[in-house]
Antibody
């Protein structure tokens, strides 16, 4: 059974780059599916950040495109997220999720909270 | 692209039905049959309960159903149960490889 586990620093300073890792177990990321990131600001809704297919180009939310990078590491079966020039508005729970068989976000990690603060 | 519009709250007694609307535009909800719904309990990750407007993933109870008319999609929970108390979010493919615009979310309370 596929499992996704996010990890990374819980606090990032303003203007720095947020970096997160999604460890995938029970499924090889090179076998299919889009792998991506979704975030949820405290008390607010969900925002798709972007997704990537194995050896494909990543697709990003236009509102974040200038700051976000999603990449894969097949040797470690991981997906990574980098978000540059962060501000307090980037404080959120960040989820790793697949966009797969159902044309929807069908597998989610438990999420990791990131606070942007000096 | 703006978030899809959902009512902030909805409620019903056990056994009753509740319907949540999700209003988008002719560029997202109205353009594609890739509308999905997610259930989120406090402190938990969202869970997919409806995809492709009307379909349920394996294991999701039949009391959850979806529909769409024009630019508005709807989720109906029939025979409300205590465990259905949660936040619900809709999402739609928005074209140009924009995989998902989400709704503003609806908190469902079981009275």
């Amino acid at each position: 059974q596929m499992q996704l586990q996010e990890s990374g620093p819980g606090r990032v300073k303003p203007s720095e780059t947020l970096s997160l890792i999604c460890d995938v177990s029970g499924y090889s990321i090179s076998s299919g599916y889009y792998w991506g990131w979704i975030r949820q600001s405290p008390g607010k809704g969900l925002e798709w950040m972007g997704s990537i297919y194995h050896r494909g180009i990543p697709y990003y939310n236009p509102s974040l495109m200038s700051r976000v990078t999603i990449s894969e590491d097949t040797s470690k079966n991981q997906i990574s997220l980098k978000l540059s020039s962060v501000t307090a508005a980037d404080t959120a729970v960040y989820y790793c999720a697949t966009y797969g068989d159902y044309d929807a976000f069908d597998n989610w990690g438990q999420g990791t909270m990131v606070t942007v603060s000096s | 692209q703006s978030a899809l519009t959902q009512p902030p709250s909805a409620s019903g007694s056990p056994g009753q039905s509740v319907t949540i609307s999700c209003t988008g535009t002719s560029s997202d909800v109205g353009a594609y049959n890739f509308v999905s719904w997610y259930q989120q309990h406090p402190g938990r990750a969202p869970k997919l309960i409806i995809y492709d407007v009307t379909k349920r993933p394996s294991g999701v109870p039949t009391r959850f159903s979806g529909s769409k008319s024009g630019n508005t999609a709807s989720l109906t929970v029939s025979g409300l149960q205590a465990e259905d108390e949660a936040d619900y979010y809709c999402s739609s493919y928005a074209g140009n490889n924009h995989f998902g615009i989400f709704g503003t979310g609806t908190k469902v309370t079981v009275l």
